[in-house]
């Protein structure tokens, strides 16, 4: 897929410089019936694509829509600041973001090792999230046995609140990160597992029977028809994992840790430290959303194809 | 139309084909008893009204559905699952939407395992053959029906495979593009000398583009007759609407499948 997705950026542009002069397509021996010069006009779709944006255009298309909810944040901001600033409630219930920005920056090396203990819990457990339910994905996809064996089962699983697991997780597996990666892993492996299967599921019966009678085994089928077209589905359950996965690991530490975001925010919690707590609330928003971003762009890169990707989506191209 | 023996060098023979699907509450008989030898190089239409198992004979052929009862060869050999020797069209272009024209055309090979250089060359060969050029690197969704459909059929001859089956695959086509495209497939048969079989609801396109046309009853699906079609072999489309064999040869045509749809 990488291949493919890497050389469709040039493509865009070839064929964009190609529509322009393929009017009349060349060496169009006809019977006699209509011409030639009928035959191919430029279709529709192809004659009026854009040109592939500059950088300098992406940009402003990126400013253009950001700076709607950028304004909104900016508003509840000074909302925040100027009621924290009035006192209208005590600061020790809602700091002002300069006693949070100060708190941040002076506890800065403390909080840095917990994010990334979070982090690295978050993205552990992700992983194997999404390589888990791609398996299962496949599994339940393939296999009429396993479909009726285990997607009922995985269905069903989803009404256990998994969060009360973490105890239990934590009286099997001790305060180290496993605990915490088995939660993120059972909250986020749901979505990958659904979108998964919805995908794989997807594929068009005609283009199967046509790989049948291209006598393609079911390894080429997979990766050249079934997994591509499986992707819009898998990447939109990617990116609700992936937020999943961050409160998989902060509930994981809720429980039982010594370290992470989620321990950090039950001690401010308990020394009514409230500066503290939103600094630290920041942090792991932040873990989600870097993780998010960066699932968008590898979304962007794998399926830039898809009807998805062609709106204006912000953080792409459009 | 007896159900003769398949004899050698017969390019597909069908002799007694049946197909019977049942469901929990009923059964219903898609095909029966059809039988039915095309030679090699023979280019057959089939029409008949809609549900009549047209496109279930398709797939009978190519390997996809087992008959209830019947035999069916391809070549000579019995048809016991899936074919390679053919390529098939369906109404649906059924390109993958990732995939520029001329990639969805190597999709065949690649499938194959078919060498990289030649599949290669003969895809360029198909793309100026059916107008394409320019459109290489375009993706689906920014062809027109018409395009789209020219790519399934480059795709399906790639291999060059000694039997075409098509399934209503100008359906979707306005008339225009349609009448086009029936041009544009005559002259590769012309040219290509492949067996092709090809299931339409357009008498026009049946007697246009067939060497044999085959009609078929409503369900349960029958052969009633097949008539010869006798026009020359290079066919121009101007001259074969207005010649007095096409107006004839449709009206038995139209006659019949009026009938068919009557009786049923």
């Known amino acids: ?66 700076w709607r909810p950028a304004l909104v944040l900016a508003a509840f901001f000074a909302a925040w600041w100027f009621v924290a ?31 990334l203990v979070t982090l690295y819990e978050t993205v552990v457990g992700f992983v194997l999230a999404a390589a888990l339910g791609l398996a ?79 006598g393609a085994g079911p390894w080429r ?19 609700v994992a992936v937020t999943l996965a961050v409160v998989g690991a902060v509930v994981g530490e809720f429980v039982g840790a010594s370290e992470g975001l989620g ?54 191209t459009s | 139309m007896t159900a003769a023996p398949a004899r050698a060098g017969t390019a597909i023979g069908m002799s007694g084909l049946t197909v019977r699907f049942s469901s929990r509450r009923s059964q219903t008989t898609a095909l029966d008893d059809v039988s039915l030898d095309i030679e090699p190089g023979e280019f057959v239409t089939i029409v008949g009204p809609s549900g009549c198992g047209k496109s279930t004979l398709l797939k009978i052929v190519a390997g996809l559905v087992r008959p209830t009862s019947g035999e069916v060869s391809l070549l000579d050999r019995p ?16 390109l993958l939407e990732w995939r520029g024209a001329r990639a969805n055309i190597l999709l065949q090979a690649e499938m194959r395992g078919m060498d990289r250089a030649q599949a290669a060359r003969r895809a360029d060969e198909l793309i100026e053959m059916t107008g394409l050029t320019g459109f290489e690197k375009a993706l689906p969704h920014e062809l027109s029906g018409g395009m789209q459909q020219r790519v399934a059929l480059c795709r399906a001859l790639l291999h060059s495979p000694p039997v075409l089956l098509m399934d209503e695959p100008f359906g979707a086509l306005d008339a225009l593009t349609r009448e086009q495209m029936n041009a544009e497939l005559h002259r590769i048969w012309r040219e290509t000398g492949t067996t092709v079989v090809l299931v339409t609801h357009s008498i026009a396109e049946a007697v246009f583009l067939g060497t044999r046309v085959v009609v078929m009853s409503a369900r349960p699906g029958r052969i009633i007759r097949t008539f010869p079609v006798e026009l020359p072999a290079h066919r ?29």
């Open chain 2, 79 to 94: 048809v016991k699952g899936p074919q390679k020797e053919i390529g098939f069209v369906f109404q649906k272009a059924a």
């Open chain 2, 236 to 264: 121009d489309y101007a001259q074969v609407m207005s010649d007095p064999r096409f107006d004839r040869l449709a009206t038995d045509l139209r006659g019949l499948l009026g009938s068919a749809a009557a009786n049923h």
């Open chain 1, 221 to 239: 089928t997979f990766r050249k028809i079934r997994f591509p077209n499986a992707l819009p589905h898998l990447m939109a359950g990617l990116k």
């Open chain 1, 85 to 115: 600033a009035q006192e209208y409630v005590p600061n020790y219930l809602v700091p002002t973001p300069v006693q949070v920005w100060t708190t941040m920056t002076d506890q800065w090396s403390e909080l840095a090792r917990h994010t």
């Open chain 1, 263 to 316: 321990y950090v925010l039950l001690l401010a919690n308990g020394n009514l430290d409230s500066a503290l707590l939103f600094a630290d609330l920041i942090l792991m928003s932040g873990i989600g959303i870097v993780l998010f971003v960066l699932v968008e762009i590898a979304e962007a890169l794998l399926i830039p194809w898809h009807a998805s990707r062609r709106a204006g989506v912000p953080l792409t």
């Open chain 1, 136 to 214: 299962a994905a496949v599994a339940i996809a393939y296999s009429r046995t396993l479909d009726k064996a285990l997607y009922p089962i995985v269905l069903f699983a989803q009404v256990i609140p998994k969060i009360a697991i973490a105890p239990l997780l934590v009286v099997w597996f001790g305060l180290g990160f496993t605990p915490k990666i088995i939660l993120a892993v059972l909250i986020a492996f749901f979505p990958v597992v659904i979108s998964g299967v919805a995908g794989l599921r997807s594929t068009d019966p005609e283009l199967l029977d046509l790989a049948a009678t291209m």
């Open chain 1, 1 to 66: 897929m990488t291949e493919n997705a890497l050389d469709t950026a040039g493509r865009k542009a070839a064929a964009a410089t190609a529509a322009g002069e393929s009017a009349v397509p060349a060496g169009n021996s006809s019977t006699g019936g209509p011409g030639p010069s009928t035959v191919a006009g430029p279709p529709p779709g192809v004659g009026g694509r854009p040109p592939r944006p500059t950088l300098g255009r992406r940009a402003l298309g990126l400013a253009d829509s950001l």
